[in-house]
């Protein structure tokens, strides 16, 4: 029934007051209602003459979906308070362990830069074994980051996807919706389970991404991009906007800036985030990692990757080591996890 959108049926709903009567309405019922399309609503009763709500419920279940129907006690109130809410959502995984009071939305570019990720990652493992839940959109690039981030740093994160649950966009992204299912948060769509991921349905998921969070952190996007609709929706739900800087060379900044110059929040560090959103985090104990013992020559490579990753070539200079002292210690160093090869011969601090 996608020719019968979320507002039409909040508006049956608002005015009956109940799924079941509104569903059951007559035309004559349905025309009583102030200025409500007629030409809609015979549209409405044509389809739903023609669905079996029973064999319907039975398709979800038999594919081990659940589902929250908007006047369910259970339905998350901060997504009932947006303009358009979902009528129903249907989910895999366990959304009960998701602490809907501290969601926290995290957008960005598909085609994220290295930097970008590097950056998303550092914030969100600052939040490591919080209460705090992730949401983002399960699309490449950023989404899956911040997804990625939070699965590996103990935090629950839902994934808002614009298909039915029978699909995986991108199927790349299958496992990390698997790992988020199985015991690590929710997988949710408005989508009946067969509903394919096209085009027009992403903008229209953004409002659930921005409306199930108290804030929205935006990593890396365009002055046109769909980070940029979703950043728009978290202002017009009355939400937080925060931003993360990024390489001003890089395209995908122009969008970060303009929206900073705009007021946003400008985000460096997890501590930004919970400032802006005033949240106290309740955190399991991290045992602190020591570091361990460094050779006079390792401790010269540590120290020139303090500010930012270098290559090969400038840690020669740095430290004065030959090439071949050099390499040994660099593998020995990535053996030992306190550094990490990255962009080719590059290297950086763990």
Request: aromatic letters at 8%; one cysteine or more; glycine letters at 6%.
């Amino acid at each position: 029934m996608e020719q019968i959108d979320s507002r039409f049926i909040q508006r049956l709903y608002n005015y009956f007051g109940d799924i079941e009567l509104a569903f059951n309405a007559t035309l004559s019922d349905l025309s009583q209602i102030d200025g409500l399309n007629i030409k809609k609503a015979e549209t409405f009763i044509d389809l739903r003459n023609k669905i079996n709500p029973d064999k319907i419920l039975e398709q979800v279940t038999q594919r081990n979906i659940k589902y929250l129907t908007f006047e369910y006690e259970k339905y998350p109130q901060m997504l009932k308070n947006i303009e358009n809410p979902p009528m129903v959502l249907y989910y895999k995984g366990n959304l009960d362990d998701c602490n809907l009071e501290k969601t926290l939305a995290v957008v960005g570019s598909r085609k994220a830069s290295y930097h970008a990720k590097e950056e998303l990652n550092k914030i969100i493992s600052q939040l490591a074994g919080t209460d705090i839940c992730i949401v983002s959109g399960l699309a490449a690039g950023i989404d899956s980051q911040a997804h990625l981030s939070a699965l590996d740093n103990n935090i629950k994160t839902i994934g808002v996807i614009a298909s039915g649950l029978d699909f995986y966009y991108p199927t790349s992204n299958k496992h990390l919706y698997e790992r988020i299912e199985n015991g690590n948060g929710a997988v949710i769509s408005e989508y009946f389970p067969t509903f394919e991921p096209l085009k027009f349905r992403f903008p229209q998921r953004n409002r659930i991404v921005s409306g199930l969070s108290y804030g929205t952190l935006v990593a890396e996007a365009s002055l046109k991009s769909g980070a940029l609709i979703t950043a728009n929706l978290t202002l017009e739900q009355g939400r937080e906007l925060m931003c993360m800087p990024g390489l001003i060379s890089n395209p995908n900044t122009e969008g970060i800036y303009k929206l900073l110059k705009n007021g946003a929040t400008l985000v460096t560090s997890a501590e930004d985030i919970l400032n802006a959103l005033n949240w106290e985090i309740k955190q399991t104990r991290v045992e602190q990692l020591e570091l361990p013992q460094l050779t006079d020559s390792e401790m010269k490579i540590f120290e020139a990757l303090e500010i930012e990753e270098k290559g090969v070539d400038e840690l020669l200079v740095l430290t004065k080591l030959s090439v071949e002292d050099l390499l040994t210690d660099l593998t020995t160093m990535e053996l030992k996890g306190i550094i990490k090869q990255v962009n080719g011969d590059r290297y950086k601090k763990i």
